[in-house]
């Protein structure tokens, strides 16, 4: 088992509680290794050696948020071949993070303490891996991937602010998630304005502005909010959740019945399932994927079905 812990999770409390989690996990798996990067290339270099030495580990455990568990399986996957570098490792994760959401249901089971952890070789299974292929506005293309949902609008900007946090609403994450959250959607709320998008679908088209686009493989986002729309983590297909266009009172309401798991009978709603969606910002726009930001012209997001072996407990 092989551990690649970021330490500046969670405004930098990511080490202080992994301390004690590592006791309890070298009792139970002797063998492990903890590496602890400098930053993303350092980790990515750590991933990409292990998965392709002649003994990959049986499983790469991300710790930190998850950011953190979206750089090791970018670092994991294959663009050539939108398959896992080693194919036998499986992807598990300890939560340091602010908000974990990789890990949500989350089971008194499947924790240390506190601490949410999912390592189980024995019961990992092959679930769904988003692919995102993005036109950034120098012209670049860039191929992404990602576990549990983009998002392009008010959400992804949410994510921007909240991952760059510092004075009051910092010491605030630290200390309180769901209010940090809350704050930072406040705020961004209080200057987003409507994005001009194209959205197409396999079928269909969405051309009318919008506050949000979610494109989902876990109804789990943002912390505490989630949707109340059918995707499980293998069925092929993303939940694509529109916030239609609305005032500021009205997109409070829609974010106050997200904390309540209600989405699909609010007006502002528009659900689709599909395997494949293209978004069409009018200018370069914050895409967000598993919580990380990119500024894109475009990008196309599709399913890669059962790409990847995840510990599920």
Same mark, same amino acid.
């Given at each position: ?7 500046q999770?969670n405004?930098?409390?990511?080490l ?5 989690v590592e006791t309890?996990?070298?009792?139970r ?7 602890l ?15 392709t030495?002649?003994?990959p ?6 710790a930190?948020?998850?950011?953190m ?12 071949t939108d398959?896992p570098l080693?194919?036998g490792?499986a992807?598990g994760?300890?939560g ?9 249901p ?5 924790r ?19 692919k995102?292929s993005?036109?950034?506005a ?12 983009a ?9 921007h602010?909240?991952?760059?946090a510092t ?8 200390r309180?998630?769901d209010?940090?959250i809350l704050?930072?959607?406040l705020t ?6 409507? %994005?001009?998008?194209?959205v ?14 979610g ?9 505490g909010?989630?949707?109340?729309t059918t995707v499980?983590?293998?069925d ?6 529109i916030?239609?266009?609305?005032g ?5 309401g829609?974010i106050?019945?997200l ?9 502002l709603?528009v ?6 969606? &293209?978004?069409?910002?009018d200018r ?7 919580g &990380? ?8 997001? &599709?399913? %890669? ?8 407990a």
């Amino acid at each position: 088992m092989l551990v690649v812990l970021n330490p500046q999770s969670n405004a930098g409390t990511a080490l202080q509680r992994w301390q004690p989690v590592e006791t309890v996990l070298r009792e139970r798996n002797p063998d492990m290794t903890v590496e602890l990067p400098a930053d993303e290339q350092h980790a990515t270099k750590i991933v990409r050696a292990a998965v392709t030495r002649q003994d990959p580990p049986e499983v790469l455990v991300a710790a930190g948020g998850d950011g953190m568990v979206n750089l090791v399986l970018n670092a994991l996957m294959d663009p050539e071949t939108d398959r896992p570098l080693a194919a036998g490792s499986a992807l598990g994760a300890v939560g340091l993070g602010s908000s974990n959401d990789f890990h949500k249901p989350m089971s008194d089971a499947a924790r240390v303490g506190t601490v949410p952890v999912r390592l189980d070789a024995a019961r990992a299974e092959l679930v769904d891996v988003g692919k995102a292929s993005m036109l950034l506005a120098d012209g670049t293309h860039i191929v992404r991937y990602f576990l549990l949902n983009a998002s392009m609008g008010l959400v992804a900007a949410g994510n921007h602010s909240f991952n760059h946090a510092t004075g009051l609403l910092g010491k605030l994450k630290t200390r309180n998630v769901d209010a940090a959250i809350l704050a930072t959607a406040l705020t961004t709320i209080a200057t987003h304005r409507p %994005l001009p998008i194209t959205v197409r679908g396999s079928d269909w088209i969405h051309t009318a502005p919008i506050t949000n686009i979610g494109v989902l493989k876990s109804v789990h986002f943002a912390g505490g909010m989630h949707y109340d729309t059918t995707v499980t983590r293998a069925d092929g297909r993303f939940d694509v959740n529109i916030w239609s266009a609305a005032g500021r009172l009205r997109v409070l309401g829609l974010i106050a019945g997200l904390y309540a798991g209600r989405f699909r009978r609010s007006r502002l709603a528009v659900c689709h399932r599909d395997t494949m969606v &293209e978004l069409r910002p009018d200018r370069p726009t914050p895409l967000e994927l598993d919580g &990380e930001i990119t500024i894109v012209e475009s990008a196309r997001l &599709e399913v %890669l079905p059962r790409a990847l072996r995840v510990c599920t407990a």
